[in-house]
């Protein structure tokens, strides 16, 4: 489990360091917006297509196998970024190509930990995971709090160092992958549902609609935060990072461990609606001009996406009891595919209005309202059987 947390961990620094550094980009090597926004697009793209074709060779190759290989790619494309981009005629070319390298680690640490922890002996499945899942923000959190500090002490232009002490983390996770204990999946060894039967099930693709949309809702705050606080709310680096990304990302982890705390308490499918609802509110609030309301609704975002992406975990495992590594594969490839949307039109709707992040962010506000859609509709089916 301890491996498991520091996979979240790993996930987090693959997903969010990058981000810190878009505004360096665009002034070093003169980026424009629009390219920074394709970095954003091909890393859940990637991890998407990660996801899809791991439903097929994960149980062929193993899960220790197979989380050993996601914690050398990560490691790989964050070493590859500190080189690659001054090698090469365009430095954007460089950056693409190791975003793609540790893209392909991040996919399949989205597939592989969350089953891991499902078949890890636990009192209760439901808190482990909001307890797993709280780690990506803890990680979330470590990143844009040391690598904060470590610009105000040494300047964005050492970034490259910083980038290697990060890789560091997914080569020692490694090493410890090849060595604990794992569990099967399914502890009866029956064979879990094909994807056919999956995308048959009208409560499956609800549960994917709720994974597109809760990670679009998250993401397209998430990934723009950074630079959103920076161009956007006119903060400076340090002051940007810690209001904007470092926020989010406490408050996205305080729910998870609230959650995994109390959540034996707390029924499950009210607890999501009434986060979706808030997630609503939160977007409202980064629309309107104000500095205050925006970082309020940046914090309130991290808050209330919080338990979206575990808890559809939670509900999948729960209606589905013969999901298996296909079903994780599925809602993991959902999850990356709203990853992927959200910023994007994020990102054109900023480009479309003269870089107008305020309203680029605002138009994904469709997301939560289609989770909250999809979780009164599952709900409701719940009830009728």
Known sequence: MNACFTGYIVQAIVNNFVP??????????????????MLITVNFIIQLSVDLASAGFVDRLGYRASAVTAHLFSAAGLLMLTFLPDMMPDPFYG????????????????????????????????????????????????????????????????????????????????????????????????????ISSL?????????????????????????????????GLGLSKTVGDLAGPMMFALMMGLSRVLYSRYGDRIELDSAMKFSAAACVISYVCIAIPSSVLGIVGCALCGFSVGILWPGTFSLASRSLVRGGTAMFALLALAGDLGCTAGPTLAGMISSAAGDNLRLGVFAAVIFPVMFLIAAVFLGNRRKEK
């Open 20 to 37: 810190l550094l878009f505004v360096t980009f665009q002034n070093s090597w003169h980026i424009p917006l629009s390219r920074i926004t």
């Open 95 to 194: 950056i693409l190509i190791s975003v793609i390298v540790y893209a392909v680690g991040g996919g399949l640490i989205e597939v592989l930990i969350s089953p891991i922890i499902e078949s890890c002996p636990t009192d209760n499945k439901e808190t482990a995971m909001s307890l797993l899942h709280s780690f990506y923000c803890w990680g979330y959190m470590g990143v844009v709090l040391f690598s904060t500090v470590f610009f105000a002490l040494f300047g964005t232009g050492n970034w490259r160092a910083l980038t290697l002490v990060w890789a560091v983390i997914p080569v020692v996770n490694a090493v410890v992958f090849c060595k604990v204990p794992l569990f099967s999946l399914d502890e009866n060894e029956e064979t879990g549902m094909s």
């Open 199 to 231: 995308i048959s099930d009208r409560k499956f693709l609800m549960l994917m609609l709720m994974m597109l949309s809760a990670g679009a809702g998250e993401q397209s705050v998430s990934q723009w935060a950074s630079t959103f606080a920076e161009e």
